[in-house]
C-alpha cells in the first residue's frame, strides 16, 4: 500500500519521538523556508512524523555534517556571523507578531495565517541547530582523542549562554534569596507586598512555561514554590579555553543557545496564540484540543469558507504521518495506512535488556525510580528524587528536571537542551541511549552511572506507578 509514496526504509534515519497533534507537527516539519539565507547547504529537504516518531533523510544529513566539518576545520568566522545574524533576524520578530496575534479586533483568519507563516519561519533556525549542534560532538570528541582532553571536561569549556529559561531560573534564585535574608515561610511571603508583587510579575512574563506543541499547562504559583526549592546557586567556574579549541567552543555555544532560545521563542508565540485558536475552535462547534488534531490547511480552508470541519471525523483520528521530500508535501491520516508505514521504518528495540549506555552529559552518580514522560503531562507522578526519562528535552520539561535526581534521554547531543539544562542545574545526565523511554517503565529503580555513562535496571517495576 504504501508504494505508492515512493519511500524507502534504507533512506531515512530514526532521529526520536515526540508526542504531538497534527497541528504542531506540520510546523516542526517546514524548516526549509530560510534554509539558504543561513548559508546552508542544498539538500534534498526530507523530513517525517510518524505518530510523533521523526525521521531526516539521510543523504541531508550526510550533506550537513560535511558541511559543518568543513565550516569547523577553516574556522569559518564569516560563515557563523551571518548565521547568527539570520538566526536572530527571524527569531526577533517574535514580540511584533505577538502583538498583532493579541489583536482579537482583527480576522481571525489573516491572524491564523500570520501564525503558521511566521511559526514555520522560526523552524528553519530550530532544525538547522539541532543538526549542526547535535553533530558538533563528534567534532568535539576527535578534538578530545587528539588532544587527550576527557570528553566532559572539554564539554564544560564550551561557554553557556543565557535563554530565557536560564534567565528565569537567576530571577527565581534572586526572589529566593530574599524570601531567606527576611526569614519568610511560605504562608508569610504573601504579606509581604514587595515579594509577592514579585512573584506575580514573574508568574505573568514567565506563564508560557510548560506549554508545548500547543499542550500543557501554564505556569502558576505551586510550580514556582517547587522551582524555589530545587533550585540552588551554582558557582561560576572560569575555565582557559585553548586556542585549537576557541573557534569549536564558539560554534558549539552559539548552536546550543540558539537551539534552545527557538523552541522558547515557539513556545511563547503558540502560548499567545491559544485565545485566537480557543475562539477559532469555538467557531468551528469543537473543542481546544479537537483543534490541534487538525491540519493548519484544513483550519484556513475552514476559517476562509467559514464552514464547519466534521467534528466526528476529527475525534476519530488516532495517527497521523506527514513528510517532506523535496518540493512534495504529504499529509495521510488512513489509519490503515500510518499503520503499514510505522511498521515498516521503525524498528523495535529489545525491551528485555538490564542495561544500556549513552553518552555522559552532566557528570555524577544516582539510583531513583524511574518516571516515563514522552510529553510533560501527568506531572504529579514525577516526585522529588525520580529519574527522568525521556526521548529529549524541551523547554517544557525544565519543571520535571529539576524535580529528577538524575535525567536519561533517548537521543539528543552534548548540545541538546537535556544536556545544557542538566551542567546548568547540576543534574547527572546520560544522554543519546536510543531506547530508554522503550526498555524502562514508571517505577523501575535504576541506577545512572554519569561518569561512565552506564544505566542499569536494580529491581523492574511490573505495574506502572
Known amino acids: ?131 549542526l549542534s547535535d553533530f558538533m560532538e563528534d567534532i568535539i570528541k576527535d578534538w578530545a582523542i587528539k588532544n587527550n582532553q576527557d570528553l566532559t571536561k572539554a564539554v564544560e569549556m564550551i561557554p553557556i549562554k543565557e535563554t530565557i529559561m536560564l534567565k528565569q531560573n537567576k530571577d ?51 510550580k514556582f514554590f517547587d522551582d524555589m526549592s530545587n533550585l540552588n546557586e551554582k558557582k561560576e567556574v572560569k575555565i582557559e579555553i585553548p586556542d585549537s579549541f576557541k573557534f569549536i567552543a564558539e560554534i558549539s555555544s552559539e548552536l546550543g543557545f540558539l537551539r534552545q532560545y527557538t523552541a522558547e521563542i515557539f513556545d511563547i508565540l503558540v502560548y499567545k496564540a491559544k485565545p485566537l485558536l480557543e475562539s477559532i475552535a469555538k467557531d468551528f462547534e469543537i473543542s481546544y484540543r479537537e483543534l490541534t488534531y487538525m491540519h493548519p490547511s484544513e483550519v484556513q480552508e475552514h476559517c476562509k469558507n467559514k464552514t464547519k470541519p466534521n467534528k466526528d471525523e476529527i475525534s476519530k483520528r488516532k495517527g497521523f504521518c506527514f513528510f517532506i521530500l523535496g518540493d512534495r508535501f504529504e499529509f495521510i491520516y488512513n489509519q490503515k495506512e500510518v499503520e503499514e508505514i510505522f511498521n515498516t521504518f521503525y524498528e523495535k528495540p529489545n525491551i528485555n535488556i538490564t542495561e544500556f549506555k549513552g553518552t555522559v552529559a552532566s557528570k555524577g552518580y544516582a539510583q531513583g525510580h524511574a518516571k516515563i514522560f514522552l510529553v510533560p503531562k501527568d506531572v504529579s507522578k514525577m516526585k522529588e528524587g525520580d529519574v527522568l526519562v525521556t526521548t529529549m528535552t524541551t523547554p517544557d520539561f525544565v519543571p520535571l528536571m529539576k524535580k529528577a535526581c538524575a535525567i536519561v534521554t533517548d537521543v539528543g547531543g552534548l548540545l541538546s537542551h537535556a544536556a545544557i539544562v542538566s551542567r546548568e542545574l547540576g543534574v547527572p545526565c546520560v544522554i543519546g541511549t536510543n531506547i530508554g523511554t522503550k526498555v524502562l517503565k514508571d517505577g523501575d529503580l535504576i541506577e545512572v552511572d554519569a561518569e561512565k555513562g552506564i544505566v542499569k535496571k536494580i529491581h523492574q517495576c511490573f505495574k506502572r506507578s
Open 1 to 131: 500500500m504504501i508504494e505508492k509514496y515512493g519511500l524507502k526504509k534504507e533512506d531515512w534515519h530514526y532521529y526520536g519521538q515526540w508526542e504531538q497533534p497534527a497541528l504542531s507537527a506540520d510546523f516542526w516539519l517546514r524548516p526549509f523556508g530560510s534554509w539558504k539565507k543561513l548559508g546552508l547547504p542544498d539538500v534534498k529537504k526530507g523530513i517525517m512524523d510518524i505518530n510523533g516518531y521523526f525521521f531526516v533523510y539521510k543523504k541531508d544529513m550526510t550533506i550537513v555534517k560535511n558541511f559543518l566539518r568543513d565550516i569547523c576545520e577553516r574556522k569559518d568566522e564569516k560563515f557563523l556571523e551571518n548565521f547568527k545574524k539570520v538566526c536572530l533576524e527571524i527569531l526577533n520578530k517574535y514580540k511584533k507578531i505577538e502583538a498583532e496575534i493579541e489583536k482579537t479586533e482583527k480576522n481571525k483568519e489573516e491572524l491564523f495565517n500570520l501564525l503558521v507563516n511566521y511559526g514555520r519561519e522560526i523552524m528553519a533556525p530550530w532544525y538547522a541547530t539541532v543538526l
Open 172 to 222: 527565581i534564585l534572586k526572589i529566593k534569596k530574599k524570601i531567606e535574608e527576611k526569614g519568610l515561610s511560605k504562608e508569610e511571603i504573601k504579606n509581604d507586598e514587595g515579594i509577592w508583587k514579585e512573584i506575580q510579575e514573574h508568574l505573568k512574563e514567565y506563564e508560557w512555561v510548560g506549554t508545548h506543541h500547543f499542550w500543557g499547562e501554564p505556569y502558576n504559583l505551586n
